[in-house]
């Protein structure tokens, strides 16, 4: 039975570094696909959106940019790249063009029921392309505690970080 557990958690790993490798990084002169799926590697997560045209992503906020999660909501290319590399996560097989995977991601801004395990950005992102909510990197975190270690460990880490900016923001406006 273990040897069972560890072949299928290993298979779950090569997956999905096997899809991490196939991602396309933008240069600064690329426009993405209408519809692409998006990728930003953070400190020990990678954050998701979806293009949806003129410079713009719809991704979940969640708690990419403070400690308190954000809703479904659309901002500029830079603004969910914060400073990180873009990169396109090709789809070979998607089950709706890319204009129709806009007007699913559309669909839900405003929505505000993140859920790290469940609802995160990477399960909108899936939901939006292939009309199923999932997340590799939930399956990895799940099937490898040490990677679920070390994410909850970065996660918690960009947690305190960002609390310390935000005192450090109240105190310099007082």
């Not at 426009?31 to 979940?60: C, D, F, M, N, W």
């Not at 954000?70 to 089950?95: D, I, S």
């Not at 859920?115 to 392309?129: G, Q, S, V």
Request: glycine share 10%; proline share 3%; hydrophobic share 40%.
């Amino acid at each position: 039975m273990n040897r069972n557990l560890q072949q299928a958690s290993e298979q779950g790993a090569n997956r999905a570094a096997a899809y991490a490798s196939a991602d396309v990084a933008l240069d600064g002169s690329d426009e993405p696909a209408i519809g692409a799926h998006l990728i930003t590697q953070r400190r020990g997560y990678e954050h998701h959106g979806i293009y949806v045209g003129g410079g713009k992503v719809i991704h979940y906020a969640g708690f990419a940019k403070s400690a308190h999660r954000g809703p479904v909501e659309e901002v500029t290319l830079g603004a969910f790249a914060n400073g990180h590399t873009v990169a396109v996560r090709p789809h070979p097989f998607p089950k709706f063009s890319g204009e129709e995977t806009v007007l699913r991601a559309r669909s839900r801004l405003g929505e505000n029921h993140y859920r790290l395990l469940t609802n995160n950005c990477e399960h909108f992102c899936a939901w939006c392309l292939l009309g199923e909510s999932r997340s590799e990197q939930v399956h990895a975190c799940l099937t490898h505690p040490r990677t679920g270690v070390h994410a909850l460990l970065c996660l918690a880490s960009a947690f305190v970080a960002n609390r310390m900016n935000f005192g450090r923001a109240v105190v310099n406006a007082v």
